[in-house]
């Protein structure tokens, strides 16, 4: 059953960085809430969320706009 809900997560997600107003498309593995620190594993992040991404030993805060399979907004 675990193995079923981690393929119903999408894959890709669109998020924004406010501190350089620019967007980008992402792993949704490589993305986790800011709030917890978890990742994404049984839920799909939904639009607006706030998450926090590490890349090259730097920690950078963003906003998911839209996921993988999902408009956004709609």
Known sequence: ???RNLTKVP???LV???IDKTTCIVKT???RRKE???VFSDARPESGAKVTLRTNGKLLDA???ASHG???FV
């Open 29 to 31: 593995k490589k993305i």
């Open 36 to 38: 917890s620190g978890e």
């Open 63 to 65: 906003m998911v706009i």
């Open 11 to 13: 894959k890709l997600c």
């Open 16 to 18: 924004y960085f406010s």
């Open 70 to 72: 999902k408009l956004p």
């Open 1 to 3: 059953m675990a193995y």
